[in-house]
Nanobody
Framework: QVQLVESGGGLVQAGGSLRLSCVAS????????MGWFRQAPGKEREFVAG????????HCADSVKGRFTISRDNAKNTVYLQMNSLKPGDMAVYYC????????????????????WGQGTQVTVSS
C-alpha cells in the first residue's frame, strides 16, 4: 500500500507560479511511476504530467507544456509539479497518482492505469 499526500496548492494571480509536492510513504518510492492529474468542477479528470521511476522520462500535456515541469526526488520520496505562467484555465484540484512500474505506459496519461491516488490539493488562479 502507498499513501500519497499532496501540498503546495493555493490562490495565485494569473501569471504567477506554484510548486506542488506529493510525498509518498509505504513502499519503495523509486519503484513507482508517478503522475499528476487535475479536475475542475463539472469536468473529467485530466492528465497533466507523468514521470518514470528513474526520472529519465517525463511527459506533460500539451495544454501545460512549456509552463509546467514534473520532477522527482527519490531520496525524499517526493514528486513535484512546478507550475509557471498560471492561467485561470489551470484552476482545479490537482491529484498525485502512483503505479508500481518500471515504465511509463502511454506516457502515464491514462488515469485508470494508476493504482494509488492522493486526496488532492486545490489550485485557484485569479484573473
Amino acid at each position: 500500500q502507498v499513501q500519497l499526500v499532496e501540498s503546495g496548492g493555493g490562490l495565485v494571480q494569473a501569471g504567477g507560479s506554484l510548486r506542488l509536492s506529493c510525498v509518498a510513504s509505504g513502499r519503495t518510492f523509486s519503484m513507482y511511476a508517478m503522475g499528476w492529474f487535475r479536475q475542475a468542477p463539472g469536468k473529467e479528470r485530466e492528465f497533466v504530467a507523468g514521470i518514470m521511476w528513474s526520472g529519465s522520462s517525463a511527459h506533460c500535456a500539451d495544454s501545460v507544456k512549456g509552463r509546467f515541469t514534473i520532477s522527482r526526488d527519490n531520496a525524499k520520496n517526493t514528486v513535484y509539479l512546478q507550475m509557471n505562467s498560471l492561467k485561470p484555465g489551470d484552476m482545479a484540484v490537482y491529484y498525485c497518482a502512483a503505479r508500481s512500474s518500471m515504465s511509463l505506459y502511454n506516457s502515464g496519461t491514462n488515469p485508470t492505469w494508476y493504482e494509488y491516488w492522493g486526496q488532492g490539493t486545490q489550485v485557484t488562479v485569479s484573473s
